[in-house]
């Protein structure tokens, strides 16, 4: 039976970026646990894995001409070269969840965010702020997972990230994390009201007055 609320499917899209080590996997990781129906993207990257991390479940960790071929093969949505890196998000995924009614998440840079925000217009694109400089350096450094040259190589090009903030939509500090979450979840709830989330609803309630 149709759902009155839902009459035709469409997944939302939900994009959150942030400089390096302002705690986005931190509120994806939160958001995702609330809400396990919510897709998440999973990347390709250039990147060597982290202790700890998973290929297929945080990223799919590739090698240059890997990458490259999926690129030339026009399988990724959107793709950047980040801190030294390349990433980028693939297509099918992404078209099957959003196919089945399913919203799904993305942590991707800025430069992926604007690429999105031509394919996809309809997203909800959120920037996520760190409360200062002195305490993304802290995060970075306390949370121990990259060399000292690779966290500031991130701290050098979160200037030009904090530089692309007034192109979003949304605009999230992260002092405290739990009052974050919490604006994080309403962002995503308040989307899904929007009318472009909603394709035939108003006209299926019409149809009851006929
Ligand atoms: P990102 O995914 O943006 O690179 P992470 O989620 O890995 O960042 O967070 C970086 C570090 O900061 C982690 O050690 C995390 O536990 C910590 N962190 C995240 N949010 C906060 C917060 N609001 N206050 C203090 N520390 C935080
Ligand atoms: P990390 O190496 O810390 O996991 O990620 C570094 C940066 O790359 C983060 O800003 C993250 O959001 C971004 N990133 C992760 N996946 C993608 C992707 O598929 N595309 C783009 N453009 N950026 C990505």
């Known amino acids: 039976m149709t759902d009155i609320r839902r009459p035709e ?22 958001l995702r646990a609330e809400f396990p129906q919510i897709g998440f993207s999973i990347s390709c990257t250039t990147r060597q894995p982290r202790v700890g991390e998973e290929n297929g479940k945080d990223y799919y960790f590739l090698n240059e001409d890997e990458f490259n071929e999926k690129l030339e093969n026009g399988e990724f949505v959107e793709w950047a070269e980040v801190h030294g890196n390349f990433y980028g998000t693939p297509k099918e995924p992404v078209e099957k969840m959003l196919f089945k009614g399913m919203d799904v998440l993305f942590d991707i840079d800025f430069q992926g965010c604007m690429q999105l925000m031509e394919s996809m217009p309809d997203g909800v694109f959120v920037f996520l702020m760190p409360p200062s400089y002195a305490e993304l350096r802290k995060r970075l450094k306390s949370r121990n997972t990259d060399s000292e040259s690779v966290v500031n190589l991130r701290l050098r090009n979160a200037m030009k990230e904090m530089a692309s903030a007034p192109k979003f939509e949304y605009w ?39």
Do not use: M
Request: aromatic share 4%; proline share 5%; glycine share 8%.
């Open 172 to 210: 999230i500090v992260n002092d405290d994390l739990k009052r974050a979450y919490s604006e994080l979840k309403s962002i995503y709830l308040a989307g899904k009201n929007r009318p472009c989330s909603n394709p035939g609803l108003l006209e299926s309630i019409l149809s009851t007055w006929e």
């Open 9 to 30: 499917k469409k997944g939302q899209v939900l994009v959150l970026c942030a400089p390096s080590g302002t705690g986005k996997s931190t509120l994806v990781k939160k």
